[in-house]
Nanobody, 129 residues
Framework: QVQLVESGGGLVQAGGSLRLSCAAS????????MGWFRQAPGKEREFVAA????????YYADSVKGRFTISRDNAKNTVYLQMNSLKPEDTAVYYC??????????????????????WGQGTQVTVSS
């Protein structure tokens, strides 16, 4: 069993920055593809970003491309989401997720909620205007 714990959320003004962290425990972190998703009040959970096991490949939702950066430190069992130029519409609970099952095609699996095996409890990000 893998435990994922997010941190780094908070309240920030529009235009500001936050860095989210997700610490994993329980198994070999470097063997997991990782993703970030978010859920705003009254909306469905949506894909934000994903990173392959080796960090060579990264994908982003169009809404965050150029503003958010996903990265990972396999030595620290941690994945990060650097969020810059934050907007009020970025307000949501942010979740990290891990994919343990074998991956045939990272490009096609990375954006699907059902493709991930483990989820964190989420961290709240609130962007004020």
């Amino acid at each position: 069993q893998v435990q994922l714990v997010e941190s780094g959320g908070g309240l920030v003004q529009a235009g500001g920055s936050l860095r989210l962290s997700c610490a994993a425990s329980g198994r070999t972190f470097s063997s997991y593809a990782m993703g970030w998703f978010r859920q705003a009040p009254g909306k469905e959970r949506e894909f934000v970003a994903a990173i392959s096991r080796s960090a060579v490949t990264r994908y982003y939702a169009d809404s965050v491309k150029g503003r958010f950066t996903i990265s990972r430190d396999n030595a620290k069992n941690t994945v990060y989401l650097q969020m810059n130029s934050l907007k009020p519409e970025d307000t949501a609970v942010y979740y990290c997720a891990a994919r343990e099952r074998p991956i045939i095609n990272f490009a096609t699996m990375s954006r699907g909620m059902g493709e991930y095996d483990y989820w964190g409890q989420g961290t709240q990000v609130t962007v004020s205007s």
